[in-house]
């Protein structure tokens, strides 16, 4: 596809040749003929000059020396996910239809142009939507009810009486609707169960990671809203409220009854003790510790998580405590010396 094409479709503006051919992409280290690559992250401006592809995106205002053909775009990380999608290999067609292997129960509601594949099991009671595509190994549990159009990846397990939206993606080794933890010890220390009884909803275009983890609520609903993007190896606890169109990066975890609010960014490795409200378009940095609320359109990170630049502060301080230390001592060290 002729770069020109592309850009035709994308929009931005070329400077160099427009007529070269385009047959992958690359990262800006790996790229060679042929390949489109880009630079969003100004980290990486020194792999620029060095990079072997044909053309790269860049923000338009950026400034510097390029060996290739160059394009400038309003967003050059979202438009390289457009050309990725012009250009990639399309997805995998598995067809129409139930796998002799697999396990439907009596009475399921399957909709049209659905696919269920090998050694799948759908219990009693569950609703397929139309175009629903199961792959290998997928469990879906008594009462679960599907919207269309979702993709559900090898060894994900969706419990009794969940609820999907449209369009959800669930990938490898997820398990949404499981226990929520809760126990109670009686006078001797030994710890009860507490019946979860309540249920996961999950919002439409949501994708969730492989090996996420979503509680069912001890009563009412865990709720995953609109167009929640979900890493890998996310724990999500019972109760949980995420609001639409919030990211969730991977290994973070999100104690029970805790409402994160819309359109927010949660950093990798981030911890959130139970029972607080993260409000709308506020970000948590990576390996924070929050407990207590955050306010709308505020950053935090640290432990306990605080407003960003005052914990960027601290952490500065604390560097300079081994040399603060030295100083101390040669000090003291003085101080004796005057004191004799």
């Known amino acids: 596809m002729k770069l020109k094409d592309i850009v035709a479709e994308i929009g931005g503006d070329i400077e160099g040749d427009g007529g070269v051919e385009i047959t992958g992409l690359a990262s800006l280290s790996d790229a060679v003929a ?67 292997s697999a396990i439907v129960a009596d009475g399921v509601a399957v909709g049209e142009n659905v696919y269920v594949g090998p050694n799948c099991v759908v219990e009693p009671g569950a609703v397929i939507g139309n175009g629903c595509v199961l792959i290998a190994g997928c469990y879906i549990g008594h009462d679960v009810v599907m919207g269309e159009d ?13 609820r999907l939206g449209s369009r959800v993606i669930i990938h490898n080794g997820a398990v949404i609707g499981s226990d929520g933890f809760g126990y109670t010890p009686d006078k001797e220390g030994v710890w009860h169960k507490v019946m979860q009884l309540g249920i ?92 207590k609320d955050v306010q709308p359109k505020t950053y935090v990170s640290g432990y306990p998580a605080m407003d960003h630049r005052k914990a960027a502060k601290m952490h500065a301080h604390i560097m300079r405590l081994p040399a603060l230390k030295k100083r101390i001592k040669a000090l003291e060290e003085e101080i004796e010396k005057l004191n004799h």
């Open 34 to 100: 042929g390949d489109i690559t880009f630079l969003a992250n100004p980290r990486y401006a020194s792999e620029v000059a060095e990079t072997k592809a044909s053309a790269i995106l860049v923000n338009a205002d950026w400034s510097g020396d390029c060996p290739c053909t160059l394009v400038r775009v309003d967003g050059a990380d979202s438009m390289f996910a457009k050309v990725a999608a012009m250009i990639s290999p399309p997805p995998i067609d598995y067809g129409v239809g139930v796998h002799a």
């Open 200 to 291: 996961v909803e999950i919002g439409d275009d949501v994708e969730i990671g492989a090996n996420v983890t979503i509680d069912r609520a001890r009563f009412g609903k865990t709720r995953i809203g609109n167009g929640v993007k979900i890493d890998n190896l996310v724990q999500i606890a019972h109760n949980v409220v995420v609001g639409n169109h919030t990211a969730i990066a991977a290994l973070a975890g999100i104690s029970g009854s805790t409402c994160i609010g819309e359109h927010v960014q949660v950093g990798g490795q981030s911890g959130f003790s139970g029972h607080i409200k993260i409000g709308d378009w506020s970000g948590i940095g990576a390996q924070s510790g929050v407990t």
């Open 150 to 162: 979702c993709r559900i990846y090898p060894q994900a397990s969706i419990r009794e009486r969940v």
